[in-house]
């Protein structure tokens, strides 16, 4: 995967910092270059005691202050390259992090209907962390980890070759060994990837489903799949940690015995005299030295293989398609509302035909009602208009013009939709009547709350206008919701407005002043009320009625 092009691909677009990184490298580079002279100057002042000399000599001295200075360098390196990397870490993820959302939010609501929400948000989390430490602390820190290991051999080889290449020839056996114990990493991984995301998914999904499950008294089953979905999380997580538990150990071990093995050379070398006693010591350190890479190229080896799995989904996740890409494409001008549906035919990706060769030709200006059996296409028919999706035949037209023709956010932004889901955020009353108008007068806004009949009952709450009404508007009632549903989409004063049962929940009363308070506003736009309600029938210039994909025209009396 390291080779493969959209593993790179993926790592070229988290790291856009590379001259910070490459910096990162250098002083990482020079520490370890640094922690090469250690032996050296051991040696030589192994060789200076062994010689007898007196202690406040001046070249001992003149050693000891170097060996100062360096471990001053190494310290002030060490700090450098540490803040250095973990801010640029910081930085990384945060770019990612801004570069995923903003991928996500341009897909289409299809990738979204097909995936559990909690996976979607393991991406931004998990998935994004787990990339952005790759980079910052296993691939940087490979160079470093090189510069030791060989600055090391050579050092070792100018001392005695046959000890260096000793240690070369044990290199490959070490990390024969330690890619046997740790094949199981890879696999370990991504499963707890997998376990994690769907862990997160059900706890989400409970969470908003919690008075459903209250009422359906189903907390023991919740609570066991839960435990279940817990507790295999628990038992990934300990493999994992088995293998790298022996994993460590079993690396020291080897490096422990390799060591070993150097030392009974060096022993039969001094005895040979091709060796000095001051140079065992040089020996001995590099040999350490050369272990320290070592261990560590074991840990990229483990970070590469759970690495791997992060950058499989945030690949596949980049991976999806926009919306129809509409770059280029001409903005829809101010419109009078006329809108034709020519022989649109449409099916959901998993299944049947919803819509089958549908026309229906709305003329400007005009109140449309649209009726039909639940599960007839009424919604479906509105997603299309919107671009949510496109039909698979046919077209739609405003004012003449082919809606995939132009940019989907100038289309978007002439209508105004009351969605029969009401979507609304953990804001105050007024952010929410706002949200499709940022900016817009406190005045314009109680307008739209009074034509949406939700001034009186704004009025009534604790703070009026500024009390935050809880996640989806918890805090209100459902016919409440749907009143600054329908405020907010009045404000934004579209030339066409479309209201996907935006009374359902509306009391008699209240849905009667609202379509007298709205007749004005209604009239002066082309409006499609999608209702079953009689008296928001009886407000319509004309009612259609969905059958089998397709509309029959019918009187309000009919339906
Ligand atoms: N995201 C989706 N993926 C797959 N099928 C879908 C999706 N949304 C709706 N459907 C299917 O499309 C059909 C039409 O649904 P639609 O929501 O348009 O009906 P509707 O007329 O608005 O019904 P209602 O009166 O209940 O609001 C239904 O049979 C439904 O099962
Ligand atoms: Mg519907």
């Given at each position: 995967?390291?080779?493969?092009?959209?593993?790179?691909?993926?790592?070229g677009?988290?790291?856009p910092?590379r001259a910070?990184?490459?910096?990162?490298?250098?002083?990482?580079?020079?520490?370890?270059?640094?922690?090469?002279a250690?032996?050296w100057?051991?040696?030589?002042?192994?060789g200076?005691?062994?010689?007898?000399?007196?202690?406040?000599?001046?070249?001992?001295i003149?050693?000891?202050?170097?060996?100062?200075?360096l471990?001053?360098a190494?310290?002030?390196?060490?700090?450098?390259?540490?803040?250095?990397?973990g801010?640029?870490?910081?930085?990384?993820?945060?770019?990612?992090?801004?570069?995923l959302?903003?991928?996500?939010?341009?897909l289409?609501l299809?990738?979204?209907?097909?995936?559990r929400?909690?996976?979607?948000?393991?991406?931004?989390?998990?998935d994004?962390?787990r990339?952005?430490?790759?980079?910052?602390?296993t691939?940087?820190g490979l160079?470093?980890?090189?510069?030791?290991f060989?600055?090391?051999?050579?050092?070792?080889?100018?001392?005695?070759?046959?000890?260096?290449?000793?240690?070369l020839v044990?290199?490959?056996l070490?990390?024969?060994?330690?890619?046997?114990?740790?094949?199981?990493?890879?696999?370990?991984?991504?499963?707890?990837?997998?376990?994690?995301?769907r862990?997160?998914?059900?706890?989400?999904?409970?969470?908003?489903?919690?008075?459903?499950?209250?009422?359906?008294?189903?907390?023991?089953?919740e609570?066991?799949r839960?435990e279940?979905?817990?507790?295999?999380l628990m038992?990934?997580?300990?493999?994992q940690?088995?293998?790298?538990?022996?994993?460590?150990?079993?690396?020291?071990l080897?490096a422990g015995?390799?060591?070993?093995?150097?030392?009974?050379l060096?022993?039969?070398?001094?005895?040979?005299?091709?060796?000095?006693?001051e140079?065992?010591?040089?020996?001995l350190l590099?040999?350490?030295?050369m272990?320290r890479?070592?261990?560590g190229?074991a840990?990229?080896?483990?970070s590469?293989q759970?690495a791997r799995?992060?950058?499989?989904?945030l690949?596949?996740?980049?991976?999806?398609a926009?919306?129809?890409?509409d770059?280029g494409?001409?903005?829809?001008?101010?419109?009078?509302?006329?809108i034709?549906?020519?022989?649109?035919?449409?099916?959901?990706?998993?299944?049947?035909?919803?819509?089958?060769?549908l026309?229906l030709?709305i003329r400007a200006?005009?109140?449309?009602?649209i009726t039909?059996?639940?599960?007839?296409?009424?919604?479906?028919?509105?997603?299309?208009?919107?671009?949510?999706?496109?039909?698979?035949?046919?077209?739609i037209?405003?004012d003449?013009?082919?809606?995939q023709?132009?940019r989907?956010?100038?289309?978007?932004?002439?209508?105004?939709?009351?969605?029969?889901?009401?979507?609304l955020?953990?804001?105050?009353?007024?952010?929410?009547?706002?949200?499709?108008?940022?900016?817009?007068?406190?005045?314009?806004i109680?307008?739209?709350?009074?034509?949406?009949?939700?001034?009186d009952?704004?009025?009534?709450?604790?703070?009026?206008?500024?009390?935050?009404?809880?996640?989806?508007?918890?805090?209100?009632s459902?016919?409440q919701?749907?009143?600054?549903s329908?405020?907010?989409a009045?404000?934004?004063d579209?030339?066409?407005?479309?209201?996907?049962?935006?009374?359902?929940?509306?009391?008699?009363?209240g849905?009667?002043?609202?379509?007298e308070?709205c007749?004005?506003?209604?009239?002066?736009?082309?409006?499609?009320?999608?209702?079953?309600?009689?008296?928001?029938?009886?407000?319509?210039?004309r009612?259609?009625?969905m059958?089998?994909?397709?509309?029959?025209?019918?009187?309000?009396?009919a339906v």
């Amino acid at each position: 995967m390291l080779k493969s092009s959209p593993f790179l691909r993926l790592l070229g677009h988290v790291t856009p910092h590379r001259a910070v990184l490459v910096l990162a490298v250098v002083l990482m580079v020079a520490e370890s270059a640094i922690a090469l002279a250690h032996p050296w100057l051991a040696s030589r002042f192994a060789g200076l005691v062994l010689d007898g000399a007196d202690s406040l000599r001046a070249d001992l001295i003149a050693l000891m202050v170097l060996w100062a200075f360096l471990l001053a360098a190494q310290g002030v390196l060490s700090f450098g390259n540490r803040y250095l990397l973990g801010s640029t870490g910081e930085t990384m993820l945060a770019g990612l992090r801004t570069r995923l959302y903003d991928h996500l939010q341009s897909l289409p609501l299809d990738y979204f209907h097909q995936r559990r929400r909690g996976e979607v948000l393991a991406l931004l989390g998990n998935d994004a962390e787990r990339i952005s430490n790759f980079v910052t602390s296993t691939l940087v820190g490979l160079l470093p980890l090189l510069v030791t290991f060989f600055g090391a051999f050579v050092l070792m080889f100018r001392i005695s070759p046959e000890i260096a290449l000793l240690a070369l020839v044990l290199v490959p056996l070490f990390f024969l060994a330690m890619k046997l114990i740790g094949r199981r990493l890879r696999p370990l991984s991504s499963q707890w990837i997998r376990e994690h995301a769907r862990m997160f998914a059900t706890l989400e999904e409970n969470i908003g489903m919690l008075p459903a499950i209250k009422s359906f008294t189903r907390e023991r089953l919740e609570s066991d799949r839960f435990e279940e979905s817990n507790r295999s999380l628990m038992r990934i997580a300990k493999r994992q940690l088995l293998v790298e538990s022996v994993l460590s150990p079993a690396v020291q071990l080897f490096a422990g015995l390799g060591l070993l093995a150097l030392l009974f050379l060096a022993a039969v070398q001094l005895e040979v005299g091709r060796l000095q006693p001051e140079d065992l010591i040089a020996v001995l350190l590099y040999a350490m030295l050369m272990t320290r890479p070592i261990s560590g190229l074991a840990g990229v080896y483990g970070s590469v293989q759970t690495a791997r799995g992060a950058a499989e989904r945030l690949i596949e996740a980049f991976a999806a398609a926009p919306e129809p890409d509409d770059h280029g494409a001409g903005e829809l001008g101010p419109v009078s509302g006329a809108i034709r549906f020519e022989g649109v035919s449409f099916a959901y990706p998993t299944g049947p035909r919803v819509l089958d060769k549908l026309d229906l030709h709305i003329r400007a200006g005009e109140t449309v009602a649209i009726t039909g059996e639940n599960g007839s296409g009424k919604s479906t028919l509105i997603h299309l208009l919107m671009r949510f999706a496109d039909p698979a035949a046919g077209r739609i037209l405003i004012d003449g013009t082919d809606i995939q023709s132009v940019r989907i956010v100038s289309l978007r932004r002439h209508i105004g939709l009351v969605a029969q889901n009401v979507l609304l955020l953990n804001g105050s009353v007024r952010e929410n009547i706002a949200y499709g108008a940022p900016g817009a007068d406190p005045d314009a806004i109680e307008q739209a709350a009074r034509a949406a009949q939700a001034h009186d009952f704004i009025c009534r709450l604790p703070n009026g206008y500024d009390t935050v009404i809880g996640d989806q508007g918890i805090r209100l009632s459902g016919g409440q919701r749907q009143r600054l549903s329908l405020a907010r989409a009045l404000l934004k004063d579209p030339p066409i407005l479309v209201l996907d049962e935006a009374t359902s929940m509306f009391d008699p009363s209240g849905e009667l002043a609202f379509l007298e308070e709205c007749r004005e506003v209604l009239a002066s736009r082309t409006v499609i009320v999608i209702t079953h309600r009689p008296a928001s029938l009886a407000l319509a210039d004309r009612v259609v009625k969905m059958v089998g994909g397709r509309v029959q025209e019918a009187s309000a009396a009919a339906v």
